[in-house]
T-cell receptor
Framework: EAQVTQNPRYLITVTGKKLTVTCSQN?????MSWYRQDPGLGLRQIYY???????DKGDVPEGYKVSRKEKRNFPLILESPSPNQTSLYFC??????????????FGPGTRLTVL | GENVEQHPSTLSVQEGDSAVIKCTYS??????FPWYKQELGKGPQLIID?????GEKKDQRIAVTLNKTAKHFSLHITETQPEDSAVYFC??????????????FGTGTKLQVIP
């Protein structure tokens, strides 16, 4: 089954404790991205990657890091989490160059709470 | 950058009635407009999309219209059913020189279909 998986699905942590949220896709997609979803703000892009070893900032990259060492994996790293990073996070993937559709496939989400 | 506004933020309709969600965008270079449905506890899923060279697209009970001159697009759901209850996001995207589609999402509409 074609899918994007994220782990963990839920995480409660404390300020300053480094954490990593993993993302993996099995569709051989070149493009992967991380979004955060906050009430009233919709989905905002954090980082994206066009291919292995190619990452770039989205609209809200501060406080986050990413890496793309393998095509299927795109982990999101919070080196020193703060309460304002409490949010619902989504990983997404898509094919490049875009064909008939430019659709992105989203993972199930990771709800992060930073105390 | 692109700005996408979405209205209404919440919408309640009786089962069998129609629902309309409207979005406006700011950048006339946007050329791809997807709509995503997010069910509770899940990631957004594409339900329909439209390109800038098309004015209307229909898929069973769902239709999307695009007015490039006015820079607005709308989602129409007819004969609503309880399973249509979800949060709907519109988005507008622009392809940059590297082939990447920069996607900007609206803030979402929570649709409730009352049986």
């Amino acid at each position: 089954e074609a899918q994007v998986t994220q782990n963990p699905r839920y995480l409660i942590t404390v300020t300053g404790k480094k954490l990593t949220v993993t993302c993996s896709q099995n569709m051989n997609h070149e493009y992967m991205s991380w979004y955060r979803q906050d009430p009233g703000l919709g989905l905002r892009q954090i980082y994206y990657s066009m291919n292995v070893e190619a990452t770039d900032k989205g609209d809200v990259p501060e406080g986050y890091k990413v890496s793309r060492k393998e095509k299927r994996n795109f982990p999101l790293i919070l080196e020193s989490p703060s309460p304002n990073q409490t949010s619902l996070y989504f990983c997404a993937s898509g094919s490049l160059p875009a064909g008939v559709t430019d659709t992105q496939y989203f993972g199930p989400g990771t709800r992060l709470t930073v105390l | 950058g692109e700005n996408v506004e979405q209205h209404p933020s919440t919408l309640s309709v009786q089962e069998g009635d129609s629902a309309v969600i409207k979005c406006t965008y700011s950048d006339s270079a946007s050329n791809y407009f997807p709509w995503y449905k997010q069910e509770l506890g899940k990631g957004p899923q594409l339900i329909i999309d439209i390109r800038s060279n098309v004015g209307e697209k229909k898929d069973q009970r769902i239709a999307v219209t695009l007015n490039k001159t006015a820079k607005h697009f709308s989602l129409h759901i007819t004969e609503t059913q309880p399973e249509d209850s979800a949060v709907y996001f519109c988005a507008a995207s622009i392809r940059d020189s590297g082939g990447y589609q920069k996607v900007t999402f609206g803030t979402g509409t929570k649709l409730q279909v009352i049986p």
